[in-house]
């Protein structure tokens, strides 16, 4: 059974994306044809990147790598589920993909994004990021509105409509994820 991560990628205090990355969750495993969990980077303590070796050679010094190259190198696909920070990702989610190299590689990743413009630019920003780890992103995303999906842009209330985008997304990645697996076997 293909098993597909999905990450929870801000740290703030009060912040959104644990309660986006739980409804994502509880819409997922429902399915049948993979299995999910639900990744928060804020478990795994990450400083800002001190690994002497670039992560490309795999040659960790630290047990917070070894754990997270662990739990992720589990898995067959991603979501990753991210705010907009200043037009970007969150820097502790690009710290974090900055971490590993190879864990990441030949597998493929959807997005859920939220912001006042349904975090596109993040998206589009990880995009380029996840082409340099080759991972292949898929074109179905979700984009959820501080305007409309959260009630007085705090209460996460998603539109009706939201849980068929996650559906769509869903698709895409376990499809991808599958096709993807002879690279990996290599
Ligand atoms: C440092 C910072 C920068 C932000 N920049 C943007 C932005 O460029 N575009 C946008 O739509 N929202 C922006 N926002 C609003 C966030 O998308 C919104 O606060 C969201 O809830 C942040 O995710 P989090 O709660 O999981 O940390 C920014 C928020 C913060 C804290």
Redesign the pocket.
């Known amino acids: 059974m293909l098993k597909i991560a999905i990450i ?5 205090p ?5 309660a ?1 990355g739980k409804w994502a969750y509880d819409i997922a495993r429902k399915r049948n044809d993979a299995e999910f969990e639900l990744v928060d980077i804020a478990d795994f303590n990450l400083p800002l990147l001190d690994e002497p070796v670039p992560p490309m050679f795999g040659q960790y010094s630290h047990d917070h790598t070894r754990a997270w190259s662990a739990k992720i190198s589990s898995f067959d696909g991603y979501v990753f589920v991210t ?6 990702t ?1 820097a502790a989610l690009k710290n974090a993909i900055d971490f590993l190299y190879h864990e990441w590689n030949n597998k493929a990743a959807g997005f859920i994004a ?6 596109v ?2 998206v589009e920003n990880l995009r380029l990021v996840m082409a340099e780890m080759q991972v292949a992103t898929v074109r179905a995303q979700v984009g959820l509105s ?1 305007f409309t999906d ?1 009630e007085n ?1 705090t209460v996460f209330k998603p539109a009706e409509t939201q849980q068929k985008n996650v559906t769509g997304m869903l698709d895409q990645v376990i499809a991808w994820s599958g096709a993807l697996k002879p690279l990996r076997n290599k």
């Open positions: 929870i990628g801000s740290t703030r009060g912040r959104k994306g644990d986006v705010p907009e920070y200043n037009h970007g969150s939220y912001g006042g413009a349904m975090g630019r993040a501080l959260f842009f």
